[in-house]
Structure formats: structure tokens, C-alpha cells
């Protein structure tokens, strides 16, 4: 797996052990022993990494399938996928967010008079 993850920050994302380290909370000299093998990686850092670079989990530990997982199109397709909303939460945010903000005042107004 340590080949794997030198290979993923080198060639694939093309950035420091420093940079990598930082979006991960942990230091380069962490990222030096990961790499190096002197240290296991554990699951809660393989998922973070596969969290933050948006890396296939199986092909981080197994060497199988993509690098990387199909990352969302869109903002909203982030979202949706972060929260893990249904296609009728999608749909209501996307109808949401295509009202004219005079709309959305209105709307906001009555749920803040039902909800106080």
C-alpha cells in the first residue's frame, strides 16, 4: 500500500508530502514513514485519504480497480452525496435554488412564523 500512496501524492496529484500531510491534519515526516513503509497506514487514515483526494478505497489497499472515484459534477451533486439525500431531496433543493430570492424570502418568512 505504501507504493500505492508515494504514487497517488507523486504522479497523480503531483504535490508535496508537506501538502499532502496538511489536507490529511498530519505532518510530512508522517507522510515520509507512510510512504517509506516504517509505518502501517491505519483504516482511519486510509478513509481519509480516499475522502479528501476522492480515491478508490479498493484500489488504495488492494491496488484494484480506478485511482480515483467518480467525483460530482456539481456543486449540488456534492452535496447530495455528502448528505446522502434522495432524488426528491435533489430535486426540492434544485427547484429551491432556482427561485427568484424575492421567492425564497417569502417562503423562509412562513417557515420562520410556523417554526417560532
Given at each position: 500500500m505504501n507504493e500505492r500512496l508515494l504514487q497517488l501524492r507523486t504522479q497523480e496529484l503531483k504535490i508535496s508530502q508537506?501538502?499532502?500531510?496538511?489536507?490529511?491534519?498530519?505532518?510530512?515526516?508522517?507522510?515520509?514513514?507512510y510512504e517509506s513503509?516504517?509505518?502501517?497506514l491505519s483504516e482511519s487514515m486510509v478513509l481519509s485519504i480516499c475522502r479528501e483526494f476522492h480515491v478508490n478505497y479498493y484500489w488504495l489497499t488492494e491496488g484494484e480497480g480506478d485511482i480515483?472515484?467518480?467525483?460530482?459534477?456539481?456543486?449540488?451533486?456534492?452535496?447530495?452525496?455528502?448528505?446522502?439525500?434522495?432524488?426528491?431531496?435533489?430535486?426540492?433543493l434544485r427547484v429551491w435554488l432556482e427561485l427568484p430570492s424575492d421567492h425564497r424570502k417569502i417562503i423562509k418568512d412562513y417557515f420562520k412564523s410556523v417554526f417560532t
Open positions: 508537506e501538502e499532502f500531510g496538511a489536507k490529511l491534519g498530519v505532518t510530512r515526516a508522517a507522510i515520509s514513514r513503509g516504517a509505518r502501517a480515483f472515484t467518480k467525483m460530482p459534477d456539481t456543486a449540488i451533486e456534492e452535496i447530495v452525496e455528502e448528505y446522502g439525500l434522495d432524488k426528491d431531496d435533489e430535486k426540492m
